[in-house]
């Protein structure tokens, strides 16, 4: 009987009798929910889930709920005010998201989300056959949804912006003849092409030129949370540190690299306005290679 209470005790933290030690409560992880299949932030949510869970052992039992109904961009940083119906998304810096939330300086897409290219119209083709440099893709107008991160260098940088509704009328307004190019990441173009070309014959992706502006995304959490922005800190650096966030990346990410080796492809580089050169010196450890060739090379 002394074997067997030592042994409950050991094991379980109990004695016969005794009643077992509470648990803690499962902290509540709400996340934004997307109607249209977006393999970044299928991505986003399997990370969650494993920085979550590798930082078990440190902040405890957790549990992810979602949202019911899609919300923009704008809507969800709104929606992570303290008292809001989030407490984690993700985000591209601007210094509106900043000032609002907190960021957890890790970033997910390694920098993937530097990369900006193209969905046009064949009709246009001899408009892009003409972009040679910068100033000739200026004359072009491209199309933006509301509270994209891209605006503000977009705009800062001397570009004619046309702006739309909900990502669901950009491809119409790109076909009527509102712009020319419809500016998405890289990551973002495969995936929009096949949706939308069935709809859309003559959409296309611009292979001659895209356009790289430094532009780390991050998990964003509701300022009166700061626990949880420390746990997902913690368990990020865990999953890149055991390499089991590389691997996750490159599950989902290897046909956007190959986009990157077309050799005819120009790269105009543009400074990112939403944030100061600190947070690639901060990111570099966590990036690619190819990004971090491109941003020593934007700032020659």
Do not use: C
């Not at 390499?243 to 990112?272: I, M």
């Amino acid at each position: 009987m002394k074997f067997l209470a030592a042994l409950l005790l050991a094991v379980f933290g109990v004695l016969p009798g005794m009643a077992a030690p509470a648990q803690p409560p499962a902290q509540v992880v709400t996340i934004p929910y997307m109607e249209r299949e977006a393999p970044h932030r299928v991505y986003a949510d399997r990370l969650l889930a494993l920085a979550l869970a590798l930082s078990r052992d440190r902040y405890g039992p957790y549990r992810i709920e979602q949202q019911r109904q899609e919300s923009v961009i704008r809507r969800q940083l709104l929606e992570l005010e303290p008292g809001g119906s989030l407490n984690v998304a993700v985000a591209i810096p601007s210094p509106e998201w900043l000032e609002r939330a907190t960021p957890v300086r890790v970033p997910l897409m390694k920098g993937l989300s530097s990369f900006r290219f193209f969905l046009g119209s064949q009709a246009n083709q001899a408009l892009y056959d003409g972009v040679k440099d910068v100033e000739d893709l200026k004359r072009l107008t491209i199309g933006q949804g509301p509270g994209w991160s891209t605006v503000k260098p977009l705009e800062d940088n001397g570009f004619r912006i046309a702006f739309g509704g909900a990502h669901a009328t950009l491809i119409p307004m790109l076909h009527s003849g509102r712009f020319q190019l419809l500016m998405r990441s890289v990551f973002e173009v495969q995936p929009e092409l096949q949706a939308h070309r069935a709809e859309h014959p003559d959409l296309m992706i611009v292979d001659r030129f895209a356009v790289f502006t430094y532009m780390p995304m991050y998990f964003f959490v509701a300022r009166d949370q700061p626990r949880l922005a420390e746990r997902l800190e913690y368990g990020l650096k865990r999953a890149h540190a055991n390499g089991q966030l590389d691997r996750l990346f490159n599950q989902y990410f290897g046909a956007s690299l190959q986009l990157l080796k077309n050799r005819q492809l120009k790269v105009f580089h543009l400074p990112n306005t939403n944030i100061d050169p600190g947070f690639f010196e901060r990111d570099r450890p966590y990036l690619l290679d190819s990004v971090v060739t491109h941003e020593r090379a934007a700032r020659r």
